[in-house]
């Protein structure tokens, strides 16, 4: 069953633009992280935030997360076209690591 | 350079036709593992590993076999592949050090089985 849902599930955005991508979650978590995923190739780690953390910034990047919500949300400020890629969020239900669980993603798409 | 290899990338078989996906990590990680990616299913874990001799099930291990007699390598294994396991499968791997360590992936081995 799937842990991550994004949203929305495409997004298309100008240059310059910030764009924000959300998470949202069934059940407790350790931590939440992000993966950036370019056009079929391997996934990349983006940013990883534990449960006891509310904001991560990393570069452009700000993540936040609101446990009692089951939510995250993934902003990319003055997005850029090397930003056009797919986004997951991906959770440890609880267990640890070794169970990662992606949601289905979010299409970004930056027009210069 | 730091990496996941696999192969092949691209591979076209017939149903019942066993076939290997090979896997292998230059990064000493103890933790490897597969995962099918799907058109709106996202990433789903296949099997995973915590070390050598070490395997268990993710969420959709049917119809795939996996082996880890070196810590490097993490062979999937379909033994009699059918149409439904045509897919875009990603190995991964990460040091072991629960909660806190991000997955890296290979590049991806896009299988159609016909």
């Known amino acids: 069953s799937q842990q991550g849902e994004e949203d929305p599930q495409a997004l298309s955005i100008q240059e310059g633009e910030n764009a924000t991508m959300n998470c949202s979650y069934k059940t407790s978590i350790n931590n939440l992280q992000w993966y950036r995923q370019n056009s079929g190739r391997g996934l990349v780690h983006l940013i990883l935030i534990r449960s006891n953390e509310r904001e991560k910034h990393s570069g452009r990047l700000r993540v936040t997360l609101d446990t009692s919500k089951k939510s995250s949300s993934l902003l990319i400020t003055a997005s850029r076209a090397a930003d056009t890629a797919s986004y997951f969020c991906?959770?440890?239900?609880?267990?640890?690591?070794?169970?990662?669980?992606f949601g289905t993603g979010t299409r970004l798409l930056v027009s210069p | 350079e730091a990496q996941v290899t696999q192969n092949p990338r691209y591979l076209i078989t017939v149903t019942g036709k066993k076939l290997t996906v090979t896997c292998s990590q230059n990064?000493?990680?103890?933790?490897m593992s597969w995962y099918r990616q799907d058109p709106g299913l996202g990433l789903r874990q296949i099997y995973y590993s915590m070390n050598v001799e070490v395997t268990d099930k993710g969420d959709v291990p049917e119809g795939y076999k996996v082996s880890r007699k070196e810590k490097r390598n993490f062979p999937l294994i379909l033994e009699s592949p059918s149409p439904n396991q045509t897919s875009l499968y990603f190995c991964a791997s990460s040091p072991l050090r629960q909660g806190n360590s991000p997955l890296h992936f290979g590049n991806g081995t896009r299988l159609t089985v016909t």
């Open positions: 990064m000493n990680h103890e933790y």
């Open positions: 991906a959770t440890d239900r609880g267990t640890g690591f070794q169970k990662l669980v």
